[in-house]
């Protein structure tokens, strides 16, 4: 694979990760546990939405051939995202959202951490602004975690269930591939592995705070990024591109 092959596939991973995940969590508006929690969660959906227009602007200039933003988000079919498959997995209660949120976004913020040192300069640019967002949704997340771990005899056993029932996907985050080892050797990209370690330290601290055990990994095989998704990808896509299939070409 050619190095701008490989950052082109890349580029599209960050912006799928972004909209899926924003997607997610425009489901929960009008459905959070407080008016703090609404708010902070629509504002957090908006910068999700941001970082992924961002990312497939850039993928459209690095592939030369045209396509734009809108093209990429509802012109593509479930199996051509490249998303991990922890950010797709419906949203549960509450507790299930956070849990969620937490595990991907201790991730992200040290993916987007890496990307600001890469070789590439407009991925370096974008991947600072969006760093300043996560932080802050990290930083959120983890106060929500530790809130409810350390809560109630009931919220504390539904978050012990979501952390559970997402111990499957987060051994994903770090399963580089051909594309993640060309990132990082041509263009001083994130090394996956000592992301893993440091992501695996700070999430124990965060656990550890919330009274909640750090989960034995439990990867299974399959990775979004190859195209290969669970059943729940398929709805979201379809109602998330439902105006645009309805209406080919509609704009505003």
């Not at 991907?104 to 993916?111: A, D, H, R």
């Not at 190859?226 to 209406?247: D, I, P, T, Y």
């Amino acid at each position: 694979m050619k190095p701008d092959d490989a950052l082109l596939s890349y580029v599209l991973r960050l912006g799928d990760n972004a909209l899926i995940t924003g997607q997610r969590m425009i489901e929960r508006v009008a459905d959070e546990a407080e008016l703090e929690a609404e708010l902070s969660n629509a504002n957090f959906a908006l910068d999700f939405i941001g970082q992924a227009r961002m990312f497939y602007t850039l993928a459209g200039a690095l592939e030369g051939k045209g396509r734009s933003e809108d093209d990429f988000a509802y012109l593509r079919d479930s199996q051509e995202f490249m998303n991990f498959l922890l950010v797709e997995q419906p949203n549960g209660d509450f507790g299930h959202s956070v849990v969620r949120q937490f595990l991907f976004e201790s991730f992200y913020k040290l993916q987007l951490d890496a990307l600001v040192d890469c070789k590439h300069q407009p991925l370096a640019e974008i991947a600072a602004r969006a760093a300043k967002e996560i932080r802050y949704h990290l930083n959120y997340a983890s106060q929500w975690l530790i809130r409810l771990g350390d809560g109630t005899e009931e919220s504390h056993r539904r978050v012990e269930d979501a952390l559970e029932s997402c111990r499957p996907f987060p051994g994903g985050l770090f399963a580089a591939d051909q594309v993640d080892d060309i990132v990082h050797l041509e263009f001083e990209g994130p090394d996956l592995g000592v992301i893993a370690n440091t992501w695996r330290e700070n999430v124990a601290a965060v656990l550890d705070e919330a009274t909640l055990a750090m989960p034995e990994d439990r990867y299974t095989p399959g990775d979004g990024r190859s195209g290969k998704h669970s059943e729940h990808l398929g709805f979201l896509v379809a109602e998330m591109q439902h105006l645009q299939r309805a209406h080919p070409g509609a704009d505003w």
